[in-house]
C-alpha cells in the first residue's frame, strides 16, 4: 500500500472508533439496585443502554424491592461505560499504529 493509501485508511479508522467511542460514551448501560432481604443484600440488575441524560424505565420485579435509603437506585454503570470507551479508543490507536507506513532497516 502507498503512504497516500494507508493516511486514507487511517483517517477512516480514527474517525469509525472516534464514534463508536462517543457513541459508547453518550449511551451508556443503566443498572437498577434491589435490596432482596429488607436492606441486608443488595443485587445489581442491568436494564439495558439508553442516552446518558435519562435511564430507560426498568421492568418492576415482584419479587425484590427498590433500596429506599438510596436516593437513585437507577444509576449509570461507570466501571464497564470507562472500560468500554477505553478498549475502543485502544484498539483503534492500535490499528492506526498497526497501518504506519515500515521504514526500511538501511535508512
Not at 479508522?13 to 435490596?35: A, D, N, Q, T
Request: glycine share 8%; charged share 20%.
Amino acid at each position: 500500500m502507498t503512504e497516500a493509501g494507508l493516511a486514507i485508511a487511517r483517517r477512516v479508522i480514527l474517525c469509525v472508533g472516534v464514534l463508536i467511542g462517543m457513541l459508547l460514551f453518550i449511551y451508556p448501560h443503566w443498572s437498577r439496585f434491589y435490596s432482596v432481604d429488607e436492606g441486608v443484600t443488595f443485587v445489581s440488575h442491568d436494564i439495558g443502554r439508553n442516552f446518558i441524560t435519562g435511564p430507560p424505565l426498568p421492568i418492576p420485579s415482584p419479587d425484590a424491592s427498590s433500596w429506599v435509603e438510596d436516593k437513585e437506585p437507577v444509576r449509570i454503570y461507570r466501571v464497564r461505560q470507562f472500560a468500554e470507551v477505553a478498549i475502543a479508543l485502544l484498539f483503534t490507536f492500535g490499528l492506526m499504529r498497526a497501518l504506519r507506513l515500515k521504514k526500511p532497516a538501511g535508512d
